[in-house]
Nanobody, 124 residues
Framework: VQLQASGGGLVQAGGSLRLSCAAS????????MGWFRQAPGKEREFAAA????????YYADSVRGRFTISRDNDKNTVYLQMNSLKPEDTAVYYC??????????????????WGQGTLVTVSS
């Protein structure tokens, strides 16, 4: 699976951004999908995951209630709607396809394919 993330940019605190991740190469609906982020000098951390059919989602505590993950299997795309952004949300955001279709994996080693990342910068 090849993944291409887009939609990052510079936004003021309190603003919103919508990230997209387009998949190609294999059957998109075979995979649970996730979004991770990596701030400068920090390890990559889990943000959100969605099941293969979009029926289940899971969020890190730091983003729950502000971020929404969704997917469109007809368009082979997963999204991350980010609202009420904070400066601490500044990071490179990565989409990833899990090693399996079921469940909502939260660890990086549970994901087999990664996009190139898109930078989100939130100014105070």
């Amino acid at each position: 699976v090849q993944l291409q993330a887009s939609g990052g940019g510079l936004v003021q605190a309190g603003g919103s951004l919508r990230l997209s991740c387009a998949a190609s190469g294999r059957t998109f609906s075979n995979y649970a999908m996730g979004w991770f982020r990596q701030a400068p000098g920090k390890e990559r951390e889990f943000a959100a995951a969605i099941s293969w059919d979009g029926g289940s989602t899971y969020y890190a505590d730091s983003v729950r209630g502000r971020f929404t993950i969704s997917r469109d299997n007809d368009k082979n795309t997963v999204y991350l709607q980010m609202n009420s952004l904070k400066p601490e949300d500044t990071a490179v955001y990565y989409c990833a396809a899990a090693r399996r279709s079921y469940g909502l994996p939260v660890r990086t080693y549970e994901y087999a394919y990664w996009g190139q990342g898109t930078l989100v910068t939130v100014s105070s």
